[in-house]
DNA sequence: GATCAACCTGAGCCAAGTTCAATTCAGTTA
DNA sequence: TAACTGAATTGAACTTGGCTCAGGTTGATC
């Protein structure tokens, strides 16, 4: 069931990381809806049929960017919250993990934020409604990651005990609201913002 | 400076109301991009053309919605958390204020979140720059209301001492990150999230 | 150097938002 | 009641931007 899409591998011509970089740049900064396609196309220096090449539509790569960035928030939660850690030390490192990202990060954070709605509705063709449906499975991932570390501090007397899938959802929506409105240009760094969501988390999730 | 906009008065065969009403439905259970604006002239009984007579764009409509939106926001909390109240009780009549709402404002709340990115760029028509300019003002004035009655708390000693504006942010988003997921039709109802919310943003806040 | 698949392009199609000149309607004035 | 006014409405045409199609180029492999 749980079909992790495979990545079409990469022909030694293939422009295809090429284009999703440089969409995330234009989808990130300007805004997907704002952002023409074909200028995706001259960023990259192919025509704008090109890209169809390689994505079926202009949301097909955007639904690309978002698994792909799901996949990658899913993968770092794991490597840095291992189920064996210790339920508060673990919730900090998870919400450390979630804040060590590149500039390029922050973009396709920013992306999938502005954007979830997209997975509620199904797609029209084959290909946007795969993709859709392997970050849907993710974001399922990412909430059970959040909720599963809640629920293991919960039965080991960490955490108190409260509804460990709202809380985890609201924990998760507290992390990630951040996207909205960091820049990594602006006057609070990103160091600053994790230390104090960390505190955050903790005292709403242990106290 | 605060140049709140002049709502146009109605005429007594004004169907504005009628449309903005038909175009939350829409937008808020279709999804902007995804509502054809032909429809929402369908759903009041018009010609599609005749939407023009009322707003400049789909945008200009949008852009209205969050504004009218951001000022109930903005007046709810007023009236539930005066400046005279007590800190801690002040925080949790608030948040019980912002999720005390109709369906219908849960979905206007929804459009908002979901395109609050719209606010960022300026808009090249002179109707939708002034509606954005305004929701822009409103944004700040609602962070304002939230890192205010922060700053009060803790110059009171209700509350520890931390980042104000970064600590408002964050409850603010820990808020508002719930109609991202919430239905009306759900399986969790309002009033559960609306506690455990209260309950997290009181040990955020005053731990 | 023939072959094949990957890759690319110019020309044009189409859907949806928008503009515009012309028309209807409801209330007011004479 | 006839003329007038501005708000409200419309059908038809225009614009923009994503997308399709029918073919052309490139380069690795044999």
Redo the contacts between chains.
């Keep these: 069931m749980a079909t992790r899409i495979v990545e079409p591998e990469a022909g030694p011509r293939s422009k295809r990381a090429a284009i999703l970089a440089a969409a995330v740049d234009c989808f990130g900064e300007?805004?997907f809806?704002?952002t023409k396609w074909s200028t995706v196309a001259e960023r990259v220096g192919i025509g704008q049929t090109a890209l169809y090449h390689y994505f079926e539509s202009k949301t097909h790569c955007l639904l690309t960017i978002m698994r792909l960035e799901l996949q990658r928030s899913h993968d770092k939660f794991t490597e840095a919250a291992p189920d064996t850690a210790e339920p508060v030390e673990a919730l900090r490192a998870a919400v450390r993990a979630a804040y060590d990202v590149s500039d390029h990060e922050v973009l396709q954070m920013r992306i999938l934020q502005?954007h979830?709605?997209l997975l509620s509705?199904p797609r029209k063709s084959k290909r946007e409604e795969a993709e859709r449906v392997a970050a849907r499975q993710l974001v399922q991932l990412v909430e059970r990651d959040w909720t599963n570390l809640l629920v293991r501090g919960m039965s080991q007397g960490a955490f108190p005990l409260?509804?460990a899938q709202?809380?985890g959802?609201?924990v998760?929506?507290?992390i990630?609201?951040?996207w909205?409105?960091y820049r990594p240009s602006g006057p609070?760094p990103l160091s600053?913002?994790s230390e104090?969501?960390e505190g955050?988390c903790v005292?709403?999730v242990a106290?």
Aim: aromatic share 4%; glycine share 10%; no cysteine.
């Design positions: 300007t805004g809806e704002a502005n979830m709605d509705g409260r509804d709202l809380l959802a609201s998760l929506g507290l990630v609201s951040v909205r409105w609070t600053e913002v104090l969501i955050a005292r709403m106290t």
